[in-house]
């Protein structure tokens, strides 16, 4: 996953859902600026705000994080630096290291 995925997909999805950075911002309990600082990569996001996100735009988490990158080897697995999933994905997908290495 590239940098900058994470903010492209939320633009691209929020955009799609008919929602402006501000509206989505306020709908999730975040101040105005917030969603622009996330998909513009100035800001990290919280799981617990990424979740949020999902439930006002109807998707699931997997939706803000693919790549093309991660499409041509596993659409299902997002790495560490260290080639390694991260327990956020595990958690977010509800999957076990079976799910994803043994399919």
Do not use: W
Not at 29 to 44: M, R, T
């Amino acid at each position: 996953m590239e940098f900058n995925d994470f903010g492209v997909n939320l633009a691209r999805i929020r955009i799609k859902s008919n929602l402006s950075a501000y509206e989505l911002s306020l709908r999730i309990g975040k101040d105005a600026s917030y969603i622009h600082k996330v998909e513009s990569g100035k800001i990290n996001v919280s799981l617990k705000s990424i979740l949020k996100i999902c439930e006002v735009l109807k998707i699931e988490p997997i939706e803000l994080f693919k790549s093309e990158k991660l499409k041509q080897q596993n659409p299902h697995i997002i790495l560490h630096k260290k080639n390694t999933p991260s327990l956020a994905y595990f958690y977010l997908f509800k999957l076990s290291y079976r799910d994803i290495f043994h399919n």
